[in-house]
């Protein structure tokens, strides 16, 4: 009966092996572009978002994340820290973030790593304007990373995923097919490999970042990429990485690719 | 024994057996795609084996299969529907299926309902599996009831 048992295992060994060797003709991206299916396979979180919450972001009016994109502005020209300045004493008026977050997060030769928006927002405060860092989830921070990233709101998603960018961006695939969590889950597994599907009541979408900050009915208020991240981990119940830890970072990067040429829908509105 | 050992180093699977020994995931032997033997000897209970699957906290099968539990609403369509699993599949070839459907299938999206997982596992379901050897038993109790 054990070799029986041993035979199973080397044939599941097999499975694993022809596993590798599909993940590697899948998903292997070649050269600027990182999703030869092309972009129209790949759809926003807003096609499978009930009517009524489609309604509520269509219209700036009735998007409750605008009370944020409000905060946003007024820290915008607030001025703070020891240097005496605001976001505006450097950059002006806001439309002047024009494009600039469609091409976040972005290879910094300063950190040797990646941005996120909300990582150069904290280094403008605390370089340019000797103004102490806020936390990645304040209502200060998500306020003006929707602004800015408002600005690029309706233009194609461009990260550059080559270069100086491309082990983080092979990081950030890696971390996706990783499993996790008492469930043993990779991102992979639901967001590849069952789009489109029922998971009891959801319907499982490409779980892309192009609307985040994104106001989630769920949570009642605007919340970051990363903090979704941290629900479906705990969703398998694996522990969750911080927000802006490079892990989760390296994640967006890798997601934002995959929704290359998409629009920017910041803020958006999900259940 | 040793040739167990010897051959689970060599292909590098020895790991899950020496974790199973120390969680409470019962031992158990695979004999082509099936695990034959009860993992407790005692019969498994379909009334608490069809609550356990609807259970968001324990097999939560629902989330991903259809199942013939109409007072249930918004069924998955991950799996396979379960309605006439019973008639498909024996108890023998069900129990590897809920213990560990990736030495079946190592894609698989399904949890392996009694393995210990190892990575990043949340403090308060570290060296658990997801459902105890009885629970096991009681849901193939259950879904075996559920013929075609």
């Not at chain 2, 024996?90 to 210990?116: G, Y």
Request: net charge positive; aromatic share 8%; hydrophobic share 35%.
């Amino acid at each position: 009966m054990n070799f029986i048992n041993n035979i199973t295992r080397v044939t599941s060994l097999l499975g694993i092996a022809s596993l590798l060797l599909a993940y590697t003709t899948n998903v292997s991206h070649s050269g600027s572009n990182p999703n030869p299916q092309g972009v129209n396979k790949m759809k926003s979180g807003y096609h499978w978002a009930t009517a009524p919450t489609r309604e509520m972001q269509d219209d700036d009016f009735s998007n409750p994340a605008f009370l944020w994109v409000d905060i946003g502005s007024e820290q915008w020209t607030t001025k703070d820290g020891e240097a005496g300045k605001s976001c505006a004493s450097c950059h002006s008026g806001v439309e002047t973030m024009k494009g600039v977050a469609a091409t976040y997060p972005k290879y910094s030769a300063e950190d040797g790593k990646l941005r996120a928006v909300q990582h150069q927002i904290n280094n403008c405060r605390t370089q340019q304007m000797k103004a102490k860092p806020w936390k990645w989830e304040s209502d200060n921070m998500l306020g003006v990373a929707a602004l800015v990233k408002n600005q690029s709101k309706g233009m194609p998603i461009k990260v550059k995923v080559t270069g100086e960018a491309q082990p983080f961006y092979n990081k950030g695939k890696k971390s996706y097919m990783l499993r996790r969590g008492g469930l043993d889950m990779s991102c992979k597994n639901c967001h590849m490999d069952y789009t489109d599907t029922r998971i009891r009541a959801n319907i499982l979408s490409n779980g892309l970042g192009n609307g985040f900050p994104t106001y989630r009915l769920k949570w009642q208020k605007i919340g970051s990429l990363h903090r979704r991240f941290r629900g479906c981990n705990k969703n398998v119940r694996a522990t969750p990485f911080k927000s802006g830890s490079d892990v989760y970072t390296n994640l967006e990067l890798f997601l934002t690719a995959h929704a290359m040429g998409m629009e920017i829908e910041t803020p958006s509105v999900r259940n | 024994m040793s040739y167990r050992l010897i051959l689970g180093a060599i292909v590098g699977v020895a790991v899950f057996s020496s974790l199973l020994a120390s969680s409470n995931a019962h031992d158990y032997i695979v004999v082509d795609d099936t695990i034959p033997v009860s993992l407790t000897g005692v019969p498994g209970d379909p009334v608490k084996g069809k609550k356990l699957s609807v259970n968001r906290k324990k097999g939560n099968c629902l989330a991903c299969h259809a199942m013939p539990i109409p007072e249930q609403q918004f069924h998955g369509e991950v799996g396979p529907d379960l309605s006439g699993v019973g008639s498909r599949m024996t108890q023998a070839e069900l129990r590897l299926r809920l213990v560990n459907s990736k030495a079946l299938n190592p894609d698989t999206i399904m949890p392996a309902f009694h393995k210990v997982a190892l990575n990043r596992v949340l403090k308060k379901f570290k060296g658990k599996t997801i459902l105890g050897a009885q629970e096991i038993e009681d849901i193939i109790a259950y879904i075996s009831t559920l013929k075609s």
